[in-house]
């Protein structure tokens, strides 16, 4: 009987990529909820996602450079698809009539309730940011070859957190606080400085992990 159940279980890829993809959701969907908070470090301006959203940007990398472009466009649809689901069952959540017992709904609703211009500011800026990020990555590879890794990591988090740093601050300014041309420049300075930054500091964990899941892929 058992060695039945074996012969009938399907057969369990080993490739990395459905853990990269995973992971990259749920990066993606936890920095949606804590990029809401708007966050002051002394005089510089930011929000709750910075410490988080970058990781993102070193898995799309990952993901962009051994799988292709195509794979991490699938990868970044696939996230905006589970983040307007998360967002559309917070408020039907909301919605729904609290049991009396539930005295809690009012800080329910304060913590998931996602303020429209927020989701739309992070979903645009994600898309456009990470779409940008493994375009350039991979035009990079094409025209210089797979030589200066480093250079192709860096240049294209360049230009994606640049783009999805602007995107979201002009549209989700006024929500996060944001009420005046010096404090948008000082957000948009600091988010795009802070996560490119993140980008260089990782690049000891990035190359390594690139290589393991080369390995691994030619292993399956």
Known sequence: MCAMIKRMSPRVSRSPYPYLLALFCAVFLISNITAQKGVALGPLITDGAFFLFPISYVIGDVIAEVYGFRAARRAVFTGFAIAVIAVLSFYIAIWLPAADFYDM????????????????????????????????????????????????????????????????CSIAAAVIGIDSAGAFANYVAVGFLWKTLMEVLLLPVTYPTIAAVRRAEASV
């Open 105 to 168: 709904n009012d800080t329910f609703a304060a913590v998931l309730g996602l303020l429209p211009r927020i989701v739309v500011a992070s979903l645009t800026g994600y898309v456009v940011g990470q779409l940008l990020n493994a375009w350039v990555l991979q035009r990079m590879k094409d025209r210089f070859g797979a030589g200066h890794l480093w250079a192709r990591l860096i240049g294209s988090t360049v230009v994606g957190e640049f783009a999805d740093t602007l995107l979201f």
